[in-house]
């Protein structure tokens, strides 16, 4: 594939033994310098299909790597995965996110970091401070690119790619395709290659479906019978924050380790939830579509759409937690009778119908 031998040796030392397909049709298109079109489902691992390009690449030329993430979650995760593989290359990178010390980084970027990890909200505000330039971003990934567009961080990139040089190489990753996102690929990249490792709206294989119907005020009964079923670690998705802090305050009522993530929350909170779920310290996860892309998390056994999603592609999105990696999940999801709409719309995106459950 092109990688260089100092990264192959980290590879085998993390036990990074076979690509995934995105990594295996990608990393070698990205090291030629050229511009690529990801499209990918969730727990594909798109991180280092980009890292390993752009670090080989920094370490051949000057400038600098540039990557837009829509959460800060997601930063700090792509910014653990640059940590494992940086060291050899003798390079920094600063993470510039909403909820953290501003001053911290701009210390960090004082530094001279050769790889920038940023929400685009946060990399607006140190352009506007002057506190920093992107006129040397040789590289630009644009992560979960369909996700920050539904954020609504169309201008924010639109003006951050004005600020970046137009003679860059630029990856730009998304689970699906939207016309806003050919229309970036239109005006501001150079003939793209596209990668397309699943079609939009396709989810991991090794996920089973399962589909409660339930009234609104049976829902919390069953959420318990639900829990008590199962014994791993399960990750509870809600429509709204009021409802996140309800249904977590019921979990733990339950006698189960709940913690919750949605935007009331700190990003200091935030990370000790996801933290504390990733150890084993809370069994629940209780969480907003803010926890939907992003969250790296192997071997969630349960995901349940406590909610159905606004919108059907966030079905696809939330149960992408699960069945990460190659290991199998299951997602169940409760319905209330009027909902057979949305139902519908779900199954007309994946193509399959849910199987419908009696309850206990």
Not at 115 to 132: E, H, K, S, Y
Not at 197 to 217: D, N, P, Q, W, Y
């Amino acid at each position: 594939m092109g990688v260089a031998p100092k990264l192959l040796e980290i590879l085998d030392r993390l036990k990074y033994k076979t690509p995934t397909p995105i990594q295996a049709k990608g990393i070698p298109i990205a090291l030629e310098g050229n511009d690529m079109i990801g499209i990918a489902q969730t727990g594909t691992g798109k991180t280092l299909a980009f890292a390993i390009p752009m670090l080989q690449r920094l370490a051949q030329k000057p400038g600098r790597g540039l990557i837009l993430v829509p959460t800060r979650e997601l930063a700090i995760q792509v910014n653990e995965v640059f940590q494992k593989l940086i060291h050899p290359f003798n390079m920094r990178t600063a993470v510039l996110i909403g909820g953290a010390s501003l001053i911290n980084q701009i210390i960090d970027l004082r530094k001279n970091p050769r790889v920038i990890i940023a929400t685009p909200g946060r990399l607006i505000d140190l352009l506007d401070r002057q506190n920093i330039r992107l006129d040397d971003a040789v590289i630009l990934v644009l992560d979960e690119a369909d996700r920050m567009l539904d954020m609504g961080f169309q201008p924010q990139i639109e003006r951050i790619l004005k600020n970046v040089p137009k003679d860059r190489q630029t990856m730009l990753f998304s689970a699906t395709m939207p016309a806003e996102i050919v229309k970036i690929a239109t005006h501001h990249m150079k003939m793209p290659t596209r990668v397309e490792i699943a079609r939009a709206g396709s989810m991991v294989e090794k996920i089973t479906h399962e589909l409660f119907f339930a009234k609104k005020e049976e829902k919390v009964h069953l959420l318990k019978k639900v829990l008590d079923q199962y014994h791993g670690s399960v990750l509870v998705f809600c429509r709204t924050r009021h409802g996140c802090r309800k249904i977590s305050r019921n979990v733990r009522g339950m006698g189960f380790n709940s913690a919750e993530i949605h935007s009331d929350r700190s990003l200091g909170q935030r990370q000790e939830a996801l933290e504390g779920f990733k150890s084993g310290k809370y069994r629940v996860l209780v969480a907003t579509d803010i926890a939907a892309r992003g969250i790296d998390v192997i071997g969630i056994e349960l995901v349940i759409n406590f909610d159905l999603p606004d919108e059907a592609e966030n079905y696809v999105h939330r149960i992408g937690r699960t069945g990460r990696a190659g290991h199998p999940g299951h997602a169940i999801a409760f319905a209330t009778p009027e909902q057979r709409k949305e139902v519908r719309a779900i199954e007309n995106l994946i193509r399959t119908a849910l199987p419908v459950s009696k309850h206990p």
